[in-house]
């Protein structure tokens, strides 16, 4: 059994800071084995942004994999944006653009969407999903395989294609291939999580997709703050949304969505109480 907390769009820059502790509060209750953080960690990608983000993931439990998003990437210095698009991130967050965990359970890697070119939308090039591919599909079948990425590689609901990755149905051929069992993505500040259908030479296989909602962000685009916990058995996963009670000042649990191992994959079970 592992529990993975998913935080994503935090939004340095533009957080509502009541929301901090009671975040790191909650999170630190859980005790998760493992926290993900699908990107934006800023506003505007400035130095104090970073700072400020840095700062806060210091206070939640390691391990971590936290990717980059589009706005972690500078919009307006244009210079920055394309000669060193990356560096305040890797200065102040993490070096590493390819991080990756394992234990005896799960397999987590972090893939980084975020492009000077395709600002908002992101993308996914071939040597980033060869070297997925060398990653995942080595591992044993026991193995829960999860992949975190800012831009969502598929949606729950099958909403519209544009929110997708440049290049994901490449992405998910290969995800399918290497019978991945989780995706954790944001950007799209609505919290979601569903199982879809992939195919692949080797049979259908049906793979879980999570939007994590903004954790932090005063740009909620109508959803309440949120984050999920995300339980994980051999064959059973539960994502569990934690929504933010403004009159009581606490992340509660919303409910959530149970999903069962089958021979295609995951299948969606009746909603977790
Ligand atoms: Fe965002
Ligand atoms: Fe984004």
């Given at each position: 059994?592992?529990?993975?907390?998913?935080?994503?769009?935090?939004?340095?820059?533009?957080?509502?800071?009541?929301?901090?502790?009671?975040?790191?509060?909650?999170?630190a209750?859980?005790a998760?084995?493992?926290?993900?953080?699908?990107?934006?960690?800023?506003?505007?990608?400035?130095?104090?942004e970073?700072?400020?983000?840095?700062?806060f993931?210091?206070?939640?439990?390691?391990?971590?994999?936290?990717?980059?998003?589009?706005?972690d990437?500078?919009?307006?210095?244009?210079?920055?944006?394309?000669?060193?698009?990356?560096?305040k991130?890797?200065?102040?967050?993490?070096?590493?653009?390819?991080?990756?965990?394992?234990?005896?359970?799960?397999?987590?890697?972090?893939?980084?969407?975020?492009?000077?070119?395709?600002?908002?939308?992101?993308?996914?090039?071939?040597?980033?999903?060869?070297?997925?591919?060398?990653?995942?599909?080595?591992?044993?079948?026991?193995?829960?395989?999860?992949?975190?990425?800012?831009?969502?590689?598929?949606?729950?609901?099958?909403?519209?294609?544009?929110?997708?990755?440049?290049?994901a149905?490449?992405?998910?051929?290969?995800?399918?291939?290497?019978?991945?069992?989780?995706?954790?993505?944001?950007?799209?500040?609505?919290?979601?999580?569903?199982?879809?259908?992939?195919q692949?030479?080797?049979?259908?296989?049906?793979?879980?997709?999570?939007q994590?909602?903004?954790?932090?962000?005063t740009?909620?685009?109508?959803?309440?703050?949120?984050?999920?916990?995300?339980?994980?058995?051999?064959?059973?996963?539960?994502v569990?949304?934690?929504?933010?009670r403004?009159?009581?000042?606490?992340?509660?649990s919303?409910?959530?969505?149970?999903?069962?191992?089958?021979?295609?994959?995951?299948?969606?079970?009746?909603?977790?109480?």
């Amino acid at each position: 059994m592992r529990t993975i907390v998913h935080l994503s769009d935090l939004h340095f820059g533009r957080t509502d800071d009541a929301l901090l502790t009671p975040l790191a509060s909650v999170i630190a209750k859980l005790a998760p084995h493992l926290v993900a953080v699908s990107g934006d960690l800023t506003q505007r990608a400035r130095t104090t942004e970073f700072q400020a983000a840095r700062a806060f993931l210091d206070r939640l439990p390691e391990p971590q994999i936290v990717v980059p998003g589009n706005h972690d990437v500078p919009l307006h210095n244009v210079f920055t944006r394309f000669i060193g698009p990356l560096d305040k991130y890797r200065r102040y967050i993490t070096g590493d653009l390819d991080p990756f965990y394992a234990d005896d359970e799960i397999a987590v890697l972090g893939i980084n969407t975020a492009r000077s070119l395709t600002f908002k939308r992101g993308r996914i090039n071939s040597t980033q999903i060869e070297r997925a591919k060398t990653r995942l599909c080595a591992l044993d079948p026991k193995i829960t395989k999860i992949i975190v990425t800012h831009h969502p590689f598929d949606l729950p609901d099958r909403r519209d294609s544009n929110e997708r990755v440049g290049r994901a149905d490449l992405a998910m051929d290969m995800l399918s291939a290497c019978r991945c069992d989780l995706l954790l993505a944001g950007h799209l500040h609505v919290s979601d999580a569903g199982s879809v259908a992939t195919q692949s030479v080797d049979g259908s296989h049906d793979i879980i997709v999570v939007q994590a909602g903004t954790a932090t962000s005063t740009r909620g685009r109508g959803e309440l703050n949120s984050f999920n916990a995300i339980h994980l058995e051999a064959n059973r996963i539960e994502v569990r949304r934690y929504g933010w009670r403004p009159l009581d000042s606490v992340f509660q649990s919303m409910g959530g969505e149970s999903f069962g191992r089958s021979a295609g994959g995951w299948k969606s079970l009746s909603p977790a109480p």
